[in-house]
């Protein structure tokens, strides 16, 4: 019963501001891992810039690199080895939300040594707690809110099924947002991360689990990124627009936490498992006929449209259409993916995995398989 109650989780510090990424010069402790993705931080001086405020702050500080795409079960195991090896005080992830769900896996199975996955399927069954090492995210994205969220999602290596795993344990210590982390994103990134934070918003807003707290929530974060979406697409630079989406992705989670999410992701992860395709993206691709399917039988779809300033729900489709073109990005996921993944792709398959996600228990209208394909073929 604990996992249907709305219960409010958030870091037990959050710093927003330009800059604040100074605040690493102040952790206290001895030693830090500090886990990064492929090469987009280094290449931007900010990797550099993170070593210099941990060595100011004397934590010998190892890096851990090269974490890409979403966390496999051989991924946490591979960080959980070095953590074992360095026994440090604080994790720090600097990335987009792969790498911080690998870090929030990873220092959950550190401290729980005995557990495997399949003992925390069941939201909030992590039991234990976590008080060895500080978690510290840093996102370098505006669209995941894995610094605020209590989910982190793991890939089964065998079948490619995406399991967003839920627990408070995984709501890190401290989270650090800084704008300056994400001017130099790519207009294509820039588009379907904040996409992301919008499907967060506009599905918790309409969750069969949604709340008063939650509907707050989701509305802040929806009026911030269309009014800030297309001004970060035009002026990458623009540091308060950008920071406004970096506030609109930590709203976002935060609403996810409260009332969860639905079809959108259902079917996005379902995608990324077998194909690899951005979660974010597909988020993206899904969310007019999803929301489309969900307008027929339920009026929450029309209001958040409403309560974001557009005169209706179309004029929204529109606003997510142009966002998309805008940013180069096709709006079917076929196009996207490999001419090897391509031949081998079956849609059955991959709705049905989009049927048994857990967030398909929260959209507000039931989904049927036949349902669930035909969206895949509208968008193929």
Known sequence: MLHMLPRLFQASETVIKRGSLIRLQFLQGERAALLVGAKSLKESGNLAKIQNFLSKAKIETTLIEGISGDPTVNMIRTTVEKFSTLQPDWIIAAGGGAVMDCAKLARFFYENPDLDIADILKPFSVPGSHKKIKLALVPTTSGTGSEASHVAVVKESNNGHKIPLVSERFIPDLAILDATLTVNLSPAVTAYTALDAFTHAVESYCSRANNLLSDAYALMAGRLITQHLTVSLSEPRNIKSRENLLYAALFAGIAQNLAAVGGVHALSHALGGKTGFPHGYGNAIFLIPVLTFNAQNSPR?????????????????????????????????????????????????????????VCLRTNPVKMEKNDVRQILEETR
């Open 301 to 357: 779809p029309a209001q958040f449209a409403s309560e974001t300033g557009f005169s209706e729900l179309q004029e929204l489709f529109d606003w997510i259409s142009g966002i998309l073109t805008t940013a180069g990005l096709s709006q079917n996921w076929h196009q996207v993916v490999s001419e090897t993944i391509k031949t081998e792709l079956n849609t059955a398959e991959i709705a049905e995995m989009a049927l048994n996600d």
